[in-house]
């Protein structure tokens, strides 16, 4: 088929190589254009652009799609000239006009890295986590004009157990989502409409949102750490220093929630105790906790906040 791929991040760049590894051609990429990043604010092609260039597939970088938005009566022809058979969406960051919707003959199909309708919007992956949902998975959804709620085409599920991290469950969503839009494009199968009962939403995560709250029960916090790490990453205060978690382990124990209760770095909740485990101080490089202790002493009775 010829297809138009529409993608931003690495979890995109998955299905781009898979469609291309099934023998779809792929007649343009359009991604978000190249921003600056890291520490030297230098500019930096999105890992989909990247792919895309290094698979030799031209590359568009709209800022808007809106009709009215500047350059957009070029882009809608662009777009048009294709002459495509369908669009694959993963994660691309924009929000596509009905009329770009309906160029293509069959449509935009969207990987959304949840099992609809459960956790529509911009940070699902996360939110499963966070919520202590039993799974997670990946919807291949026909596109229409709202959030997330095009009629199904495709489901596949991966398990979530008590050590699933936000990096792995990515990893594994990304591969389910480029083998299932695959399967998608050859079988054609019906659209489902998706149940109005059983909506959630995920929103668009903040650097707050990763600040502990010792108060709180101790498998919420385990759930925290696992799902914003690395990002926006969970972090403490001691004093007027931050200090970044980056992986804990509930463990048995009791205290004023905050407090540090042994010499192992296990830190009381609102119920029992989460271990410390990697950890990072400001100007410093993440580290075990056993080796941030050598080189700072934290005794018993310390207070996080």
């Given amino acids: 088929m010829r297809l138009a791929f529409m993608g931003t991040p690495d979890f995109a760049v998955v299905a781009l190589k898979a469609l291309v590894a099934a023998g779809h051609e792929i007649a343009c990429v359009y991604s978000q254009p190249p921003r600056p990043a890291g520490r030297g604010q230098s500019v930096k092609l999105s890992p989909v652009h990247a792919a895309a260039e290094a698979l030799g597939i031209p590359v568009r970088t709209p800022v808007k799609l809106r009709r009215n938005s500047p350059g957009w009566e070029e882009e809608w022809a662009a777009f048009q000239a294709l002459d495509l058979d369908a669009a694959v969406v993963a994660a691309y960051g924009l929000i596509l006009p009905a009329p770009i919707l309906a160029m293509p003959r069959r449509g935009c199909l969207n990987i959304h890295a949840s099992l609809l309708p459960r956790w529509r ?177 934290i005794t018993p009775g310390t207070q996080f906040s």
């Fill in 121 to 297: 919007g911009a940070a699902p992956i996360q939110a499963a986590i966070l919520a202590g949902d039993a799974e997670s998975g990946v919807t291949i959804m026909q596109m229409d004009a709202g959030l997330d709620t095009g009629a199904m085409l495709l489901r596949g599920a991966v398990p979530i157990t008590t050590e699933t991290t936000a990096p792995a469950l990515h990893d594994a969503l990304a591969d389910l989502g480029g083998d299932l839009v695959v399967r998608a494009l050859a079988e054609n199968p019906p659209a489902i409409a998706q149940p109005e009962a059983g909506v959630t939403y995920a929103a668009k995560l903040t650097r707050e949102d990763g600040l502990i709250d010792w108060t709180r029960p101790t498998a919420e916090l385990d759930r925290q750490i696992r799902a914003l790490n690395p990002w926006p990453g969970t972090f403490t205060h001691l004093g007027a220093e931050v200090l970044k978690i980056h992986a804990a382990l509930p463990t048995p124990g009791s205290g004023t929630p905050g407090t540090v209760l042994d010499d192992r770095l296990s830190v009381a909740t609102g119920d029992g105790a989460l271990r410390l485990l990697k950890v990072q101080a400001p100007g410093r490089p993440a580290m075990a906790a056993d080796a941030f202790l050598n080189g700072r002493k």
